[in-house]
């Protein structure tokens, strides 16, 4: 059985209207199973998880994609996540019964098809990557929407697939392959934005920290605390409670607690190997949340 996933992130955390909308475009295809919808409204950022055969999810993935595009205005979007257009990031996971060259496959196919209909800059990333310094999602994104025109600019950043143009409205579009990771982010009983910054500093490769761990501090100004947000790349190199039992540590030598953990999404069924909820102190947990319970 040939399984593909498809995660994408819409630049919209809290309008139920915009998100159905979305939801409904996706369902509408045949074939497509939609696992997951995770939102919120300080990044002000939706996840949406999808699976099925490889053609049916890029069908769905152009119909959800499209919708956003026409519902979501990047003119008056503010949100703590770093982001470069209304539909910001749509990687495709090799699941069951695939190669991650099918998956590639998918992404350009996608990509190239969402830009010419649209006319909105496409760049790929991940192992879709055209060239070695796309690779990396953070450059891609490095600047963000506010500094994208300007960015397009400059030839060394001319888009994969689509116009160099700049639209207020949409902004870019980021399309990718890789393997699963988990995007996972730990709250501190603390409203200090300079701890959380702290912390995910440490921890992350960038900063010497943690092999496959990506890491930013963020405000949750709904909630009066501050989170250290995450993306763990490879959790078979860096496990999840390796992970929450460092920033543990790292916030304690700050005189801070860890209040809950959370994760977006869905995971492998070996992310949580030997791990509890409790351990992690996590969110809302459920075993749908386990990529495997849907095959």
Known sequence: MKVLECVPNFSEGSDERVLSSIADALTSVKGVRLLDICKDPDHNRTVFTFIGEPGAVEMGAAAACDRALGAIDMCK?????????????????????????????????????????????????????????????????????????????????????????????KGATAVGAREPLIAYNINLKTNDLNIAKKVASEIRQSGGGLRSVKAIGVSLKSRGIVQVSMNLTNYRETPIKKVFDIVTEKAGQQGVEVLESEIIGLVPAGALKDVTPDDLKLLHFADSLIIESHL
């Open 77 to 169: 979007h503010r949100g703590v996540h770093p982001r470069i257009g209304a539909v910001d990031v749509v990687p495709f996971v090799p699941i069951s019964g695939l190669e991650m060259r099918d998956a590639v496959e998918a992404a350009h196919r996608f990509g190239r098809a969402f830009a010419g209909r649209n006319r909105i800059p496409v760049f790929f990333y991940g192992e879709a990557a055209l060239r070695p310094e796309r690779k990396e999602l953070s450059h891609i994104r490095r600047g963000g929407y506010e500094g994208l025109e300007k960015k397009m600019s400059d030839p060394q950043w001319v888009p994969d697939a689509g116009p160099a143009l700049f639209d207020a409205c």
